[in-house]
């Protein structure tokens, strides 16, 4: 790869826009341009629980092909009208959520973001991932964008939930239950 970025400090974008990949400039304001942002965040999460993650966590492999993935979808929403998504890694998401869900037990309760502090990152991403999806379903309002993407985002959401549940359980430890104050008892 030869040097993409000779210059990172361009002044281009003093103004409050930004070039996307098609050569056209939109608001930093823009809904494309809030996605990126979020699929950026979501990326950036996930590195940070990467780092909480011992290097030969069973985690490290999957982790590392999404952060490639997202990292895609941000040059998809960059480039208006390219497709970098495949139905093939919404498939292997589903196949490693399927092999980590099957370890955890039946959910009976609703949890709260915690457990230890990979779990909380783990949820913390999940949360981004959400917003991510919610960023992508306003940008369709008005724009095409690669109906992949938000089934990738939708699906990577619900496999870093079960991430999550089994991150909390590693070492003897739980996930944190949720329980209503008032269990039991009328609120006032």
């Not at 003093?14 to 098609?22: Q, S, Y």
Request: hydrophobic share 40%; with cysteine.
């Amino acid at each position: 790869m030869g040097n993409r970025l000779s210059k990172i400090a361009t002044k281009t974008g003093d103004k409050g826009d930004t070039g996307l990949g098609d050569g056209s400039r939109v608001s930093k304001h823009s809904d494309r341009i809030q996605a990126i942002g979020d699929v950026d965040e979501l990326n950036s999460w996930i590195g940070l629980l990467r780092a909480q993650l011992a290097a030969d966590h069973a985690l490290q492999a999957v982790l590392d092909q999404i952060q490639h993935d997202l990292f895609d979808l941000g040059g998809e929403l960059a480039v208006p009208g390219f497709n970098a998504l495949s139905a093939t890694l919404i498939a292997d998401l589903e196949a490693e959520l399927e092999v980590i869900n099957r370890q955890l037990p039946a959910l009976k309760e609703f949890i709260l973001p915690g457990g230890n502090q990979a779990a909380a990152h783990c949820h913390m991403a999940r949360a981004v991932c959400r917003r991510a999806e919610r960023a992508l379903v306003a940008l369709l309002q008005h724009q095409s964008v690669n109906e992949l993407a938000l089934q990738y985002l939708n699906r990577l959401s619900d496999l870093l939930f079960v991430c999550a549940r089994s991150l909390a359980r590693e070492g003897g430890g739980q996930e944190v239950l949720w329980r209503n104050r008032y269990q039991g008892t009328n609120p006032p």
